[in-house]
């Protein structure tokens, strides 16, 4: 494929704009896959069925850690190369969404985590007085937390600031946007379930419910692997974000009164300010679950190339610049 200078590859739109790459899919990973490629001189165009802010990234608790994604050892990867883009963005907060914030990860071995647990400045065992009542163990560390409307905000404007478009526009196959570029890079999460008949990638439902904060600033999570019942609490600028759930299979985007409050009580529980706290909002996404992540290149008839890179279950956030860096390196070779 040729770069942002032009070249016998592209092909010109329907406004008459010439796109180098479409990437389907306006969350996270399809906004960070088409920042990377624009940034390299490519002429990208974004094509979105959903605005940002209803899209599974824009309900993201969005701490940095790896949650119900494989395979670990390219996930490990993954992480540490997206962390050093986190960190940066930490830098400039408000611009960016991320902030460096200190929390404990409960009931979490520190032998249990990878090779990226090395990349964290201060990861430790928690000490007995730091833990709440009814926990023994528990992780201290200081990660990136973002906000993930901002964020998003943040990834569409550097993306225009490098040339590329985003558009509302849904498909029904991606011929649509092979016959608008040459290269195709799918980031349609769930959506592929459908557009490539994925039997493997299902939803993993996610509610959480944002109330006002009463002076937490400090994350806490007990991962409660193979539970359908988590327990989170995400301080943001924008209130604390409480959660959650991971329902497989569930295709339900119905905040769920009793649901809510069951995750309000689970909270509570780690901080008792938060059982008389406002709710502010109810938020459900559905989380992309996959046996591993599908990142990998197909020819479609025609001979457009089709980069797939989707199936980042509840990770995305956390894996997004590495995935994003193999799928720029899959659409150019």
């Known amino acids: 494929m040729n770069g942002g200078n032009g070249g016998e590859n592209s092909v010109t739109d329907d406004a008459g704009v010439t796109r180098d790459v479409i990437v389907v899919g306006g969350g996270v990973i399809g906004l960070t896959t088409a920042v990377v490629l624009a940034e390299s001189g490519h002429r990208v165009g974004v094509w979105t069925r959903d605005p940002l802010g209803r899209t599974t990234s824009a309900v993201a608790g ?194 769920d009164p009793a649901e809510a409050g069951a995750i309000v009580a689970r909270c509570a529980r780690i901080h008792p300010a938060l059982s008389g706290a406002r709710v502010l909002e109810h938020r459900v996404g559905l989380r992309p679950a996959r046996p591993q992540v599908r990142l990998e290149a197909e020819t479609l008839p025609g001979g457009a190339r089709l980069v797939h890179n989707y199936g980042h279950g509840g990770a995305g956030v956390t894996v997004a610049w590495g995935c994003a860096e193999d799928a720029a390196r899959l659409a150019v070779a």
């Open 62 to 255: 969005a701490l940095f850690w790896p949650y119900r994604i494989e395979p670990a050892r390219q996930v490990g990867t993954w992480l540490e190369r997206s962390l050093g883009h986190y960190e940066q963005f930490a830098r400039r907060p408000d611009e960016t969404g991320v902030r460096i914030v200190s929390g404990l990860m409960a009931d979490t071995p520190l032998d249990s985590l990878g090779r990226w647990a090395s990349r964290v400045p201060g990861l430790r065992e928690a000490r007995t007085d730091e833990l709440p009542g009814g926990f023994g163990q528990a992780l201290r560390a200081a990660v990136p937390l973002i906000d993930m409307p901002v964020h998003l905000r943040y990834l569409k404007e550097r993306l225009r600031a490098a040339g590329g478009t985003v558009e509302r526009r849904s498909i029904t196959g991606f011929g649509e946007p092979a016959g608008r570029a040459p290269v195709v890079v799918d980031c349609t999460g769930i959506g592929a379930r459908l557009l490539m008949a994925d039997a493997s990638l299902y939803p993993v439902r996610g509610q959480v419910v944002v109330v006002e904060n009463p002076g937490i600033d400090e994350w806490f999570v007990v991962p409660a692997p193979g539970s359908a019942d988590l327990t989170y609490v995400m301080p943001q600028p924008y209130g604390v974000l409480l959660g959650g759930s991971a329902t497989d299979h569930s295709w339900d985007l119905r905040p």
